[in-house]
């Protein structure tokens, strides 16, 4: 039963991801697009993801009760010593989620939807930097517990060259799968052209920072070639996901609006295989060179098998209600909406 | 401010704030499903328009709702990580569950705030009915947790150790079969009092007479069936307490001397030094009778509790004065407007029984947040009664005062804008509905 609530906890993250990556893209997406195509992004996003919003940040909750239910240690843990970037992140989501609605609901349509707007747009680029700090840090081998000053228990656990590029990574992969997304959206020939020209550019981005990452590695003394290259899944993973990167970008342009997308998703979950595959059960490493295991950490039986019975009693009944949302409304995109927008 | 008060201050905010947003996406969808029924049923106009103005409300709410959960979530390990780390794996299978619920419950929202005019129109109402079910259950869950703390169980406590963990019996303790129950009519109360209570003043105000008046119909009747019954569950709640949490009950009651035939102290301005109320009005017997159902019977006193054990003895007694006292004005109403229903139609049509309404927009809420300073503040010293202190299980680390202030600024600012859109929604529905003509179509804004 471990394994199941494991395999949970993968998916949710992997999910969250993939579908709250896009949707935090949207906003970066907004922010660094101007005039007519802001407002394109915007409009767009909101018709293809609005049904679907609420449920995204459910896969971030649904990953933290796994962790606190089966593996409180780990997340008091991080609760402690990575408390600020949460705190940084939860207020991103705050910020984000709020502005979402406001600008979305608000009845009359003046000044206000700017500063709704900006909110949206910074907070959808802040909140997946913090999250990929927070993913850093518990590789970065930086969480002291014995640590007896406030610095070096509390901030330099994540504040490192290190954590700064994974989250500046994670800010172009969100952007990426975003653009990747919309292309599917849009209809006339000259918005594609303009989001697929964005997607170039998020690639193009994500590979700069993707070399910062293994560059601040090497001066952090991370192995992290090691651990990428050291064992053949890591080395399958990260093949897989080059080949898919070369197919999708000689095929962006070719119309394949469902290849492309699956081609992206797939990519991400590579890299999040390759990622997190060779250390596992450990999933956070400390300083003085033990680790926090899956396993070891893993809260009595009867905790794991009621847990692991809730999540599968659950996605019994939310993966059938989900797909059927998805589905409809990928059919009816077209009818009219009596809705504002 | 020192960080343990910072912590404990945080965590109050936190949840006062969602407590607001939870009730409201807890309830306002039965309403809507009503409003939604008539509509498909009847084929008037003004019964959809109620049921989509009430439906963008809901959606600006169940957003801030869904954030300051999840914020919640992140926060009870921020703050509390020895809590958390104890507590986890006993009382996390209302948690798990409850996962599930809000999952439903954000899906049966998508359906249903964006498939007007694209499903069968029963398919349609039946995921709003879907939302406030599952929101109802998620509820429930999540009460169930915090009863929990006030009633551990499924687990052996020995030597600091948590052995035999049962996490099944740990959902299921004493207190959640009151706590829930009272909890789920709270939210009836308070939403309905609110909802009808801002309806009343646009009738007064004499814009849309016929749509507000329709919205408050609707969301009266639920709030005053609720209101009535509040008191009764109090009741039973009140009784529960007795017997697992003397402490907490003698707290509520500013009761610091063991007595048979204990006082009721309604009022008064309690003295914890010299241990004493002044200027009370005290029933004699009442106490007795509330938490025993015997007029007769001994009521455990502060005295007979370790001091190290009181819980904050002012705060508490005031708090629940507040939640009594406004529960007993609501239920007054309530009579009120039943009488008005069923034997002085007359009064509908007066002015009087709105304002009446309007001026209980605010009482269940404050009725709510006082009730959870009741249970919260009233449990202290303990976060796990009788189990672990709150000063233990606070974060090591420093400075969370400044977090305290962050978060206190960000609350209030989205209180700000929450109030400042939903006047605006509600300035709005003379515009975007035009009820004057049944026949028009819905114009957009
Ligand atoms: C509309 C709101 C409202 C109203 C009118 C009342 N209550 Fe209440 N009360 C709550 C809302 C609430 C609450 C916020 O929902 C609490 C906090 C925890 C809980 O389970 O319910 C609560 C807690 C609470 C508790 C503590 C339970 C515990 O700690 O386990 C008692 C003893 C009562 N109530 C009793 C009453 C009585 C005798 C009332 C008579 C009128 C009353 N309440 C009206
Ligand atoms: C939403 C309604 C709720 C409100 C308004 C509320 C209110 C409060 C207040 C005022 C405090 C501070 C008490 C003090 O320190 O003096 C507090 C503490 C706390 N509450 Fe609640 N509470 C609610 C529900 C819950 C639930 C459902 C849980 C858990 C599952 C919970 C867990 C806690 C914890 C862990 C603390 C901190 C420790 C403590 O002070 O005992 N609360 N809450
Ligand atoms: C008595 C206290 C509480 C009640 C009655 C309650 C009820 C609810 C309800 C009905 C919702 C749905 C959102 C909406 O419709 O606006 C919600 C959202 C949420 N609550 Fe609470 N809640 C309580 C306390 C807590 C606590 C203590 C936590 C965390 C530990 C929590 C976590 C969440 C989360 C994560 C969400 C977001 C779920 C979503 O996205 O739909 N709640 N709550």
Redesign the pocket.
């Given at each position: 039963m471990l394994y199941v609530v494991i395999a949970f906890l993968w998916a949710s993250i992997w999910l969250y991801l993939l579908l709250g990556g896009a949707d935090f893209g949207a906003g970066i997406i907004e922010l660094i697009s101007t005039g007519e195509n802001r407002n394109k992004t915007r409009h767009t996003m909101y018709r293809a993801i609005g049904p679907i919003w609420?449920a995204n940040?459910?896969w971030l909750?649904i990953a933290i009760v796994i962790l606190f239910v089966g593996f409180p240690h780990i997340y008091t843990t991080m609760s402690i010593f990575v408390h600020i970037p949460l705190t940084a992140m939860l207020l991103g989501i705050i910020a984000r989620g709020t502005a979402f609605v406001f600008r979305n609901y608000d009845a009359v349509e003046d000044n206000m939807q700017k500063i709704y707007n900006r909110i949206f747009v910074y907070s959808s680029a802040i909140t997946p930097f913090f999250l990929g700090i927070i993913a850093a840090s518990t590789v970065s081998r930086k969480i002291d517990k014995e640590a007896d000053d406030f610095l070096s228990a509390y901030i330099y656990s994540w504040l490192n060259g290190f954590g700064i590029t994974v989250g500046l990574f994670t800010v172009c992969i969100c952007g990426f799968l975003a653009a990747i997304y919309i292309i599917g959206e849009v209809n006339t020939k000259e918005d594609k052209e303009h989001f697929i020209k964005i997607a170039k550019k998020m690639v193009v981005a994500a590979f700069i920072s993707g070399a910062f990452v293994f560059l601040a590695a090497h001066l952090e003394q991370i192995p992290l070639l090691d651990w990428i290259f050291g064992h053949w899944v890591g080395n399958i993973a990260i093949a897989a996901a080059s080949i898919s990167l070369i197919v999708l970008w000689l095929t962006l342009d070719k119309n394949k609006d469902i290849l492309i997308r699956l081609l992206a998703g797939f990519q991400i979950s590579m890299i999040l295989l390759a990622a997190t595959y060779t250390h596992f059960p450990k999933i956070v490493l400390l300083k003085d060179g033990s680790a926090l295991s899956l396993i070891d950490e893993a809260g009595l039986n009867k905790t794991i098998d009621s847990l692991a019975w809730a999540l599968l009693l659950g996605s019994i009944f939310i993966l059938p209600s989900l797909f059927y949302l998805l589905y409809s409304f990928e059919n009816k995109k077209n009818t009219r909406s009596e809705l504002r927008h | 401010m020192d960080d343990f008060l910072a912590a404990r201050s945080q965590m109050a905010l936190s949840?006062g704030f969602?407590?607001i947003?939870?009730?409201?996406?807890?309830v306002m969808p039965f309403f809507m499903a009503v409003a939604h029924y008539k509509w498909l049923r009847t084929g008037q106009q003004v019964y959809k328009n109620v049921t989509k103005a009430w439906s963008k409300g809901v959606a600006i709410?169940?957003a801030?709702?869904?954030v300051s959960?999840?914020v919640?979530?992140f926060e009870?390990g921020l703050l509390w990580p020895t809590f958390m780390e104890h507590a986890g794996p006993i009382f996390g299978m209302p948690?798990s569950l409850e996962g599930t619920a809000?999952f439903i419950?954000?899906i049966a929202l998508g359906f249903f705030l964006y498939g007007w005019d694209k499903f069968n129109p029963w398919f349609h109402w039946f995921t709003g009915v879907v939302v406030g079910i599952s929101?109802l259950a998620?509820?429930i869950l999540?009460?169930a947790?915090?009863a929990w703390m006030n009633s551990p169980a499924g687990f052996d406590y020995i030597d600091g150790q948590y052995l035999h963990i049962d996490p099944i019996e740990a959902m299921f303790n004493d207190a959640w079969f009151s706590q829930a129950l009272h909890?789920t009519l709270a939210?009836f109360v308070a939403t309905g009092f609110a909802v009808a209570g801002v309806h009343a003043l646009m009738v007064l105000k004499g814009r849309n007479i016929l749509f507000h008046q329709k919205a408050f119909r609707i969301a009266a009747i639920f709030g005053t069936v609720a209101a009535v019954l509040q008191p009764l569950s109090g009741d039973i709640s009140a009784k529960d307490v007795a017997k697992r949490q003397p402490a907490k009950l003698a707290a509520m009651e500013a009761h610091f001397h063991t007595e048979k035939s204990a006082p009721l102290i309604i009022g008064g301005i309690v003295n914890e030094e010299e241990a004493q109320v002044n200027y009370a009005l005290k029933i004699p017997g009442l106490l007795s009778w509330m938490a025993h159902g015997d007029s007769q019977k001994a009521v455990t006193g502060l005295n007979q509790i370790p001091k190290e054990d009181h819980p904050p003895v002012a705060i508490t007694h005031y708090s629940f004065q507040v939640m009594v006292g406004l529960g007993m004005l609501m239920m007054l109403l309530a009579f009120i407007y039943f009488i008005a229903l069923l034997k002085k139609k007359t009064w509908l049509s007066g002015k009087w029984l709105y304002k009446l309404f309007v001026i209980a927009i605010p009482m269940g809420f404050i009725a709510i947040e006082a009730g959870w300073m009741v249970t919260e503040i009233g449990r202290q010293p303990w976060i796990i009664h009788g189990v672990m202190r709150t000063v233990d299980a606070v974060t090591p680390m420093p400075g969370i005062a400044y977090s305290f202030y962050i978060f206190t600024a960000v609350y209030i600012s989205l209180s700000l804008i929450v109030m400042f859109l939903l006047y605006r929604q509600i300035k709005m529905v003379s515009k975007i509905y035009d009820v004057h003509d049944d026949e028009l179509t819905i114009k957009h804004a």
């Open positions: 609420e940040h459910m909750i | 949840l969602h407590i947003f939870a009730c409201i996406g807890m709410f169940f801030t709702g869904a959960g999840t919640l979530s009870l948690f809000f419950e954000a929101g998620s509820g999540v009460v947790a915090n909890m939210a």
